[in-house]
Nanobody, 126 residues
Framework: QVQLVESGGGLEQAGGSLRLSCSGSGRTFSNYGMAWFRQAPGKEREFVAAITRSGGSTYYTDSVKGRFTISRDNARNTVYLQMNSLKPEDTAIYYC???????????????????WGQGTQVTVSS
C-alpha cells in the first residue's frame, strides 16, 4: 500500500482559499487513482473530488464544482486540492485516499479506496 500524508489545512475566512497537499510514498504513485473525502462533525465521510492515474479526468461532488480543483504531480508523488471561495459548510477534516486499481464508476464510494491519510483540519469562519 501507499502511505499518504496530508498537509495544508488551517483556519480561513469565508471567501478565502486554501490548498491541500497529499504526498504518497512506498509504491508507484502514478498507479493509483486518487480522491479527497471530508468529514464534518456529526456527519458521515463524504466524497469531494477524484482524479485518474494520469490526471486526465477529474470528478467533483456538486457542492464544490466551480470552487475546488483536484490535480496531481506524479513526479512529486503528490495530489492537490485547491479550494477557492470557501464556505463555512466546507469545514471538515479532509482525507486523501488511493485506489490501486485506479478509478471506476464507484469513485465516490469510500470503500473503493485502499489507503488513507490521517486527515487535515479545514475550518472556515463566517
Amino acid at each position: 500500500q501507499v502511505q499518504l500524508v496530508e498537509s495544508g489545512g488551517g483556519l480561513e475566512q469565508a471567501g478565502g482559499s486554501l490548498r491541500l497537499s497529499c504526498s504518497g510514498s512506498g509504491r508507484t504513485f502514478s498507479n493509483y487513482g486518487m480522491a479527497w473525502f471530508r468529514q464534518a462533525p456529526g456527519k458521515e465521510r463524504e466524497f469531494v473530488a477524484a482524479i485518474t492515474r494520469s490526471g486526465g479526468s477529474t470528478y467533483y461532488t456538486d457542492s464544490v464544482k466551480g470552487r475546488f480543483t483536484i490535480s496531481r504531480d506524479n513526479a512529486r508523488n503528490t495530489v492537490y486540492l485547491q479550494m477557492n471561495s470557501l464556505k463555512p459548510e466546507d469545514t471538515a477534516i479532509y482525507y486523501c485516499a488511493a485506489n490501486y486499481v485506479g478509478l471506476n464508476h464507484r469513485f465516490a464510494d469510500a470503500d473503493e479506496y485502499d489507503s488513507w491519510g490521517q486527515g487535515t483540519q479545514v475550518t472556515v469562519s463566517s
